[in-house]
């Protein structure tokens, strides 16, 4: 019953902008912190940005200063704003919860930068 469902990925041309939305259905979202990871083939999943339950977030050095992640706990969604998007951006997006030892992840949305 637990979900946490990822839209708004597709293709971009390199210096575009694309904005990411997950929707968290069946937790308390409020207490929950928030963070987008990705995964591009032949990679390690890495961690892209995070949101705390206070609104406190954190970025990867090589998407700081292009994204902005934040939330609506209203909505219980959780987007991912990214501006000036490389070839390098181009992986699959998920959306990742975390409370205490509770861990839940989304499906994954593919993100593609190409000319």
């Known amino acids: 019953q637990v979900q946490l469902v990822e839209s708004g990925g597709g293709l971009v041309q390199p210096g575009g902008s694309l904005r990411l939305s997950c929707a968290a259905s069946?937790?308390?979202?409020?207490?929950?912190?928030m963070g987008w990871y990705r995964q591009a083939p032949g990679q390690e999943r890495e961690l892209v940005a995070g949101?705390?339950?206070?609104?406190?977030?954190n970025y990867a050095d090589s998407v700081k200063g292009r994204f902005t992640i934040s939330r609506d706990n209203a909505k219980n969604t959780v987007y991912l704003q990214m501006n000036s998007l490389k070839p390098e951006d181009t992986a699959v997006y998920y959306c990742?919860?975390?409370?205490?030892?509770?861990?839940?992840w989304g499906q994954g949305t593919q993100v593609t930068v190409s000319a």
């Open positions: 990742n919860g975390r409370v205490s030892t509770i861990t839940y």
């Open positions: 069946g937790i308390t979202f409020s207490v929950y912190g």
């Open positions: 949101i705390s339950r206070g609104g406190s977030t």
